[in-house]
């Protein structure tokens, strides 16, 4: 029974509740650290949702990725140095603005091809409504 209780251990403590970050949850003291640090996470998206800025999100991951950036930004760390930080981290990805690169073009340019699409076909179709 005891070799039993001693090959379980490492599976109860391996699905035992990790506690939150310090501050994942937690506004930093400094109004203007926190406002710095608030609006950089409302423009990283967070890896788990993927539809959810990392400040409105309830994944653990965010809550994490919250921790990070307000403990840089309490360091003293710029926003944009942080940012910079993350996509080298996790990749363009975490960004709701990837730049522009092989990778992220169709991102770019789908939505202008659609456009001229679209602008192309109305008039094809008004043309051929007056004749």
């Known amino acids: 029974m005891r070799w039993l209780l001693i090959a379980l251990l490492p599976l109860a403590i391996a699905?035992?509740?990790?506690?939150?970050?310090?501050?994942?949850n937690t506004q930093l003291p400094d109004a203007r650290q926190e406002a710095q640090a608030k609006a950089l996470m409302?423009?990283?998206?967070?890896?788990?949702?993927?539809?959810?800025s990392i400040a409105d999100s309830d994944a653990d991951m965010a809550a994490d990725m919250r921790a990070l950036v307000r403990e840089r930004v309490a360091r003293g760390e710029q926003p944009g140095q942080i940012r910079a930080w993350l996509v080298e981290r996790y990749g363009d990805y975490v960004t709701y603005d990837p730049p522009f690169?092989?990778?992220?073009?169709?991102?770019?340019?789908?939505?202008?091809?659609?456009?001229?699409?679209g602008v192309v076909v109305a008039r094809v179709?008004?043309?051929r409504k007056r004749r």
């Not at 699905?15 to 994942?24: C, G, K, L, T």
């Open 15 to 24: 699905s035992a509740p990790v506690p939150a970050a310090r501050w994942a």
């Open 101 to 117: 690169s092989a990778v992220t073009a169709p991102l770019w340019l789908a939505p202008i091809l659609l456009l001229v699409l």
């Open 42 to 52: 409302e423009t990283l998206r967070c890896l788990v949702c993927q539809g959810q």
């Open 125 to 127: 179709s008004f043309r």
